[in-house]
T-cell receptor
Framework: GAGVSQTPSNKVTEKGKYVELRCDPI?????LYWYRQSLGQGPEFLIY????????DSGLPNDRFFAVRPEGSVSTLKIQRTERGDSAVYLC????????????FGPGTRLTVL | AQTVTQSQPEMSVQEAETVTLSCTYD???????LFWYKQPPSRQMILVIR??????QNATENRFSVNFQKAAKSFSLKISDSQLGDAAMYFC?????????????FGTGTRLKVLA
């Protein structure tokens, strides 16, 4: 089927606002990852879901960041009280299961906080 | 903690020539995978090649091959017969097979320019 999709492609918001970024993984993929890519850097791990549960959220920078995956498919990354330093490309990836499986990446959402 | 280092921010290669991108990593683990991903301006990360740490034979995918030196913790990517479409950011990545998360740890990337 289709690859990983992410919406919106670009999001511009003002400092202090709340944003939601959506990820649609490949159908049937149980593992889902969020990464953040700041300008000039490689992607950095944020959170990993296996099914509906967040199995590892050690990469979330602070409690303003939260992610859900209520039905084990679509995931939403939520950022409260956005700061200029949150500006980055947020990448989502999914894999068939965890472990020895390739992660397929979406095109990312570019978040700009003014 | 594991780290991945790419010391070449930018590289250039003439079309049809060969170029090698460098990557070193640090880990105390013995079971892991290494990857090279390509990221064009579209932002989509595309898998180029991967290497399992327990395999001594270097991975090859068409024009792409790696030089995996486990003792030296080095994992370079060689692109032969470079094409204009190879121009992109290239990221080296490490994935632990023992952490239970299988998250990737990426380097800072190398921008490859291909000159016509």
């Amino acid at each position: 089927g289709a690859g990983v999709s992410q919406t919106p492609s670009n999001k511009v918001t003002e400092k202090g606002k709340y944003v939601e970024l959506r990820c649609d993984p490949i159908s049937g993929h149980t593992a889902l990852y969020w990464y953040r890519q700041s300008l000039g850097q490689g992607p950095e791990f944020l959170i990993y879901f296996q099914g509906t549960g967040a199995a590892d959220d050690s990469g979330l920078p602070n409690d303003r960041f939260f992610a859900v995956r209520p039905e084990g498919s679509v995931s939403t990354l939520k950022i409260q009280r956005t700061e200029r330093g949150d500006s980055a490309v947020y990448l989502c990836a999914s894999s068939l299961t965890r472990g020895n499986n390739e992660q397929f990446f979406g095109p990312g959402t570019r978040l700009t906080v003014l | 903690a594991q780290t991945v280092t790419q010391s070449q921010p930018e590289m250039s290669v003439q079309e049809a020539e060969t170029v090698t991108l460098s990557c070193t990593y640090d880990t105390s683990e013995s079971d892991y995978y290494l990857f090279w991903y390509k990221q064009p301006p579209s932002r989509q990360m595309i898998l180029v090649i991967r290497q399992e740490a327990y395999k001594q034979q270097n991975a090859t995918e068409n024009r792409f091959s790696v030089n995996f030196q486990k003792a030296a913790k080095s994992f370079s990517l060689k692109i032969s017969d470079s094409q204009l479409g190879d121009a992109a950011m290239y990221f080296c990545a490490y994935r632990s097979e023992t952490s239970g998360t299988y998250k990737y740890i990426f380097g800072t990337g190398t921008r490859l320019k291909v000159l016509a």
